[in-house]
Every structure is written in C-alpha cells, then in structure tokens.
C-alpha cells in the first residue's frame, strides 16, 4: 500500500470525524463558556443584595436609633430598602421573602457585634 493509497482511505473517515468533532468541541466550549458567565452574574447579584442588605440595616439602625423598635420592624426595612436597591439582583436570584428576612437579621447581628464587640 502506498502513501497515496492510504491516504485516499482515511481521509474520508477522517473528513467525516471532523465534521462531527469540530462542532461539538465548539458546542461544548461555548457551553463551557456560558456556565461561567452565569457564575458570575450570580455572583455579582449575590454581592449586590448583600451590599444592599448591609447598607439598608444601618439606615435601618440610624432611623431607628433612640427607640425601641423591634428587631423584626428594622430588618423589614432593610429588607424594602435593598428591594428598592437592587431590584434586578433580587429578580435574578429569586430569594423568598423568609431568606430575605434572615439575611436582614444576619446582617443586624453582624452589625451589632461590630458596634458592641465582645471583650
């Protein structure tokens, strides 16, 4: 067998190997690529809401402050105040209002640990 011969016998199977290889490569990069990208919105909407969180508890701690408001009545307020501030986070990530009302009491004690640290 020569080396025209052989040649003339694979390249049609390889030929046809290409054509089906080629494209699901660059289907699966492109699924690759998609994934993280969504990672990484889901990231930076994740961060948002915390940010929004964080800085609508301490409006929350500042209006209230001097009164004895409950805990419950401050974290809803910071709970609308991220909802006014990063409405698209929110739609995105689609956290129930009972996650929301926990994140807002987690940031409250953070907050307050930070103001009242243990000695």
């Known amino acids: ?9 694979v390249t049609p ?6 054509a089906v290889a ?22 930076t909407d994740r961060q948002a809401l915390h940010s ?9 701690e500042k209006k209230f402050s001097g009164t004895n408001a409950p805990a419950s ?7 609308n105040y991220a909802e006014k501030s990063v409405p698209d986070a ?5 956290p129930t209002s009972e996650v929301m009302a926990k994140l807002a ?4 004690e953070n907050l307050s640990n ?4 243990p000695c």
């Open 22 to 43: 080629i494209p699901a490569l660059l289907l699966w990069i492109g699924t690759l690529i998609r994934s993280w990208t969504n990672k990484q919105a889901e990231a």
């Open 73 to 79: 009545e401050k974290a809803a307020y910071a709970v």
């Open 90 to 94: 929110i739609k995105n990530l689609k």
């Open 52 to 60: 929004a969180m964080e800085t609508g508890t301490a409006a929350a």
């Open 13 to 18: 199977a390889l030929l046809n190997f290409l």
């Open 114 to 117: 930070a103001q009242n640290p």
């Open 105 to 108: 009491m987690a940031k409250q």
């Open 1 to 9: 067998m020569t080396k025209d011969d052989f040649m003339a016998t």
